[in-house]
């Protein structure tokens, strides 16, 4: 009975599901962690805090944490509603402390606008770029082939 489970789970994930259950995962824990654990200090994102309190915003990185875990089990072409989920909180976040850096003092700021849209919105958009057959043998060593070598 235990083998059967990894096998399902396997067998009814896409190419690009593994990634949207770590990234869903990843984006409930983050949004918890402010629930659960505020931080005493949210220097940095007065700007959405213009619009909402941060409890709102961390309830936004669980929901659409949620709605990217469950994506990974949807078909290609399907599943990308959940890259968008995975994206849209961090890009929010991206744009908040950018406007900090500029508009309010708030150097780190900049650096943490960077870091949002390279290592978060940047991965995601990439692999939501990945093709329902890449890594299949038909693939496998495509990108040698084009060189020259």
Known sequence: ??????????????????????????????GASFIFDPPLSTGGLELLLRFAPLHCWAWLWIICGTAAFCSAWLTFGRDGWGFVAASAPPTFWAFAYGWAGLADGYTRGLWLFGWYITSHCGVIWCASRVPPDAGSPRNLGQAAEGRPG
């Open 1 to 30: 009975m235990r083998r059967r489970a990894p096998g399902w789970f396997s067998g009814h994930l896409g190419n690009r599901g593994p990634f949207l259950i770590f990234m869903g995962a990843g984006k409930v824990c983050f």
